[in-house]
C-alpha cells in the first residue's frame, strides 16, 4: 500500500470518529463542529473523484433534505460506504482516470496520423503509450524500473511478477517489434495493418489492466 493511501484511508478514519463522536454527543456539538465535519469530508470526497461521485451525490442529496444540516449519523454512513469501497479499490486512483484521458488523445491521433497515411509517426505514438503504460503497470505492482527500460524489459519483469498470462507476454513482445522499428526508421519492416494492431492492442491492454475508462 502507498503512502498516500496510508493517509486517505487515516484521514477516512479520523472523519468517521469525527461523525460518530458528533452523533453521541448532541449536546455538546456546535455548528462549527458540524461545519468542519461537513467542510473535511466533502474536501476528502472531491479529492478522489471521479470514483467518489456517487457519495458527493449522495452526500449532497442529504444535506439538502435536511435544508443544509444533515444529522452526524448521515454523514457517517457515507464516509464509512466510502472508505470501504475505497480500502476494497473501487474507487479509482484519480491518477489513472488522469492518465486514461491522455491516453485516448494521444491513441485518436494515432488513429487520424495512420489515416491520412503517416504510419510511422502513429506507431511511433501508440508504442510510446503503451510504453507508458507498461510503466504505469509497473508502478502499481510496485516494480523497480528505469528510464532505459523498453518495452521489451517492462514486459519481462511484468510477465515474471504474475501480471499477465504467457499470452499477453507474447503478444506484447510482437508488438514492441512493430513500435522498435518505427523508432529506429525501420519503415519498411512494417505495414498499415501492422500499426492499426498496435493501436488496438495498446487499447485494449490499457483497458485490461489500468483502466476501464478506454472506450
Same mark, same amino acid.
Given at each position: ?112 496520423? /495512420? +489515416?491520412? *497515411?503517416? !504510419? %510511422? ?10 510504453? $507508458? @503504460? ?8 510496485? /516494480? +523497480?524500473? *528505469?528510464? !532505459? %527500460? ?10 515474471? $511478477? @504474475? ?8 503478444? /506484447? ?17 512494417? @505495414? ?24
Amino acid at each position: 500500500m502507498r503512502l498516500d493511501q496510508e493517509k486517505i484511508i487515516a484521514r477516512f478514519d479520523e472523519l468517521i470518529k469525527d461523525a460518530e463522536r458528533n452523533r453521541n454527543d448532541r449536546d455538546k456539538v456546535t455548528a462549527v463542529d458540524i461545519a468542519k465535519l461537513r467542510a473535511s469530508a466533502r474536501h476528502l470526497l472531491t479529492l478522489l473523484l471521479p470514483g467518489t461521485k456517487v457519495y458527493l451525490e449522495e452526500w449532497d442529496a442529504v444535506t439538502a433534505h435536511y435544508s443544509g444540516s444533515a444529522p452526524p449519523a448521515c454523514y457517517e454512513g457515507i464516509l464509512i460506504a466510502a472508505k470501504e469501497d475505497y480500502v476494497r479499490g473501487f474507487i479509482g486512483d484519480q491518477r489513472l482516470f488522469i492518465c486514461a484521458e491522455v491516453f485516448v488523445d494521444f491513441l485518436q491521433q494515432a488513429y487520424y496520423l /495512420l +489515416n491520412e *497515411g503517416y !504510419k %510511422d509517426a502513429a506507431a511511433v505514438i501508440a508504442g510510446s503509450v503503451l510504453e $507508458d @503504460g507498461l510503466r504505469r503497470l509497473c508502478d502499481l505492482k510496485r /516494480l +523497480n524500473h *528505469g528510464e !532505459k %527500460d523498453t518495452i521489451n524489459s517492462l514486459n519481462q519483469m511484468l510477465y515474471r $511478477d @504474475g501480471a499477465y498470462n504467457k499470452l499477453w507476454h507474447e503478444e /506484447l513482445s510482437a508488438k514492441a517489434v512493430v513500435r522498435n522499428d518505427a523508432a529506429h526508421g525501420k519503415y519498411t519492416g512494417y @505495414g498499415k495493418q501492422d500499426v492499426n494492431g498496435l493501436i488496438e492492442f495498446t487499447k485494449r491492454f490499457l483497458r485490461e489492466f489500468l483502466n476501464d475508462q478506454l472506450d
